[in-house]
């Protein structure tokens, strides 16, 4: 008996020991957050400059995420647990982040939710409507996808519910993945609110407005974004003020432009204007060329089956070849191609139509690992060229960005081009190419194209300064101007995304890949860092499913049951032991 009391009278303190100690791990841990990130790619670990960013901050920042109310849909509730677990994150490494879950319609009415939602929609979030159906009917719910960020006297929408363009994964997965990048892009904006100043060139041919509008809505999300017509004024693309009025004497400010994009120029450049981006480039300035060396086009088959295909001569390769690259007047060929559609009859009098591979049109699959790049599945390029290296590197870094496969076939020009390609099987033995440039970075110290070569009328006053090598800086060269289209909705008058193929209602990663190159060429690498950080979704061995379904099936049903048991056995062994001790004592 009295054994039996000094065991309870043990057991009771044991448990109340117990109770004491989890009740004061619960309160400490309700204190902290931390996370073991066990998985290969490291995707729930937040990026290196992420942190960094979270780090600096010197300000308090407040995030009043909207993914919460009433009837939310179990996706989301899960999505609202990611946001938060990320922000958790967040506030690891800056104790400036504050951030609350928010129902904007609690206890509203039917009218005052409207006007709330409207009040949403004016700030850039745009609430998701959610339609269900129950015992009582339908019903539609409507989900405000994302969060306002606060910094100082600025706020800014940040949204957070994104569906994958290329519809090859759930929003919710996608969404997930994006995360990271959706509120650093936000909170940087407002942390560090120096806009990087983007140009369009127009005078030469380029893509108009209309051709460009879906880039430069996107870029206008990060950049000052405007068109420059050149004109052979040296004040077109440097900033210059008067000093002295009374001596007459001016200053040059440097570059008005952070990056300049010449797209698809269809007309030659004189040596002023040529001299222009020249000295752009000796002043630290960037550029992104987007280049069609002939004058081949899929417009050009809309209205015959064929054309002649030639060089276009656009005068800048005394430019190309300073800067080390050349950019070929060749087409390519390349069996990693799209389809286009071809007549084939009528029935009636409507026309009928089928798809036919065209290897002039090339679905761009091969990327280097660099940053610009990593994260691109496809590109879409239409009647690209090639671009190579020329010269000794000398203080020049050359990448290459995007190949084309490993069965290309190059057409010099001039060619003729004829729809009939597509019907003709392809010789084997001319395709014989492979992975050949169609994207290049360069980046380092450029020499001018005029250096030693200035003529006197070019630059003829002294504060304005010939410069005849650069800082360190990058440019960017692409041998398609296509790449960065955007055709039209008839209907609704709005721009398509770039790289959308208007046949197959496909879209390809043309916008990123743009997005990307200006956010290195403005040296926001922190930004580039987070966006291309990819995360491998692991596939089970469809070889192995058919093969062995069953054995893995049954593996994992009994694997874990015999482990309870086992486990079961052991704590019942282990008891009888210890307390069959305990009773004979």
Avoid at 520 to 547: H, M, N, W
Wanted: aromatic share 12%; net charge positive.
């Amino acid at each position: 008996m009295n054994n039996s009391k000094k065991y309870k009278k043990t057991a009771l303190t044991s448990l109340l020991v117990a109770i004491v100690i989890l009740v004061t791990l619960n309160i400490v841990f309700s204190y902290l957050f931390f996370r073991i990130d066990l998985t290969q790619d490291k995707r729930n670990s937040l990026s290196k400059t992420t942190i960094e960013l979270l780090k600096s901050l010197d300000e308090k920042i407040y995030i009043k995420v909207y993914l919460k109310g009433k009837n939310q849909p179990a996706d989301y509730e899960l999505f609202a647990k990611k946001t938060e677990d990320i922000l958790q994150e967040f506030r690891r490494y800056s104790k400036n982040i504050y951030f609350e879950f928010v129902d904007p319609i609690a206890g509203k009415s039917a009218d005052e939710s409207k006007a709330i939602f409207g009040e949403f929609y004016k700030k850039g979030l745009h609430p998701i409507p959610i339609s269900k159906q129950d015992a009582t009917g339908f019903s539609t719910h409507y989900v405000v996808p994302g969060a306002m960020i606060s910094y100082k006297v600025k706020e800014a929408p940040a949204t957070l519910v994104v569906s994958d363009p290329n519809n090859s994964s759930s929003w919710l997965d996608y969404s997930v993945q994006e995360l990271e990048y959706n509120l650093v892009a936000t909170i940087r904006q407002l942390v560090a609110p120096r806009t990087a100043k983007i140009a369009f060139t127009d005078g030469h041919g380029e893509l108009d407005f209309m051709s460009t509008s879906w880039m430069m809505y996107q870029l206008k999300r990060f950049y000052s974004v405007e068109r420059v017509t050149l004109d052979g004024r040296i004040n077109t693309l440097r900033s210059i003020a008067i000093e002295d009025s009374v001596k007459q004497t001016i200053k040059d400010l440097g570059n008005k432009y952070d990056v300049l994009i010449v797209a698809q120029p269809t007309e030659p450049f004189d040596d002023i204007n040529k001299y222009l981006i020249d000295q752009h480039i000796m002043r630290g300035g960037k550029v992104l060329w987007l280049i069609d060396a002939s004058n081949a086009s899929i417009d050009s088959l809309q209205t015959a089956p064929e054309f002649f295909a030639v060089e276009r001569p656009l005068g800048l390769n005394t430019l190309f070849f300073k800067y080390g690259v050349r950019i070929n007047p060749n087409l390519i060929q390349d069996l990693t191609c799209l389809s286009v559609p071809i007549p084939s009859g009528y029935i009636g009098d409507q026309p009928q139509f089928k798809f036919w591979a065209f290897p002039y049109i090339v679905n761009a699959v091969n990327f280097s690992s660099h940053p610009i790049t990593r994260k691109l599945k496809n590109l879409k390029m239409d009647f690209t060229g090639t671009v190579d290296f020329i010269g000794s590197s000398g203080d020049l870094r050359k990448t290459v960005l995007v190949t084309t496969s490993e069965r290309t076939k190059m057409v010099p020009t001039p060619a003729i081009v004829s729809l009939g390609v597509v019907k003709s099987k392809p010789i084997m033995e001319e395709y014989a190419f492979k992975y050949l440039p169609l994207a290049v970075l360069v980046e380092g110290e450029f020499n001018s194209a005029y250096s030693g070569i200035l003529p006197v009328e070019f630059d003829t006053i002294k504060e304005l300064g010939f410069k005849d090598q650069s800082p360190h800086t990058r440019q960017i060269f692409v041998a398609d101007g296509d790449v960065i289209r955007n055709y039209f909705d008839s209907k609704s008058n709005q721009p398509y995304p770039a790289g959308y193929d208007i046949y197959t209602r496909t879209l390809y990663d043309n916008t990123d890949f743009i997005l990307n190159c200006v956010n290195y060429l403005c040296a926001d690498d922190d930004l580039l860092q987070v966006r291309s950080k990819s995360f491998k979704i692991g596939t089970l061995d469809p070889q192995k499913i058919r093969e062995n379904g069953t054995f893995y099936a049954v593996i994992n049903i009994i694997i874990p049951l015999v482990m309870i048991l086992v486990m079961g056995v052991v704590l019942i062994l282990i008891r009888r032991r210890r307390y069959g001790r305990i009773i004979k004592k």
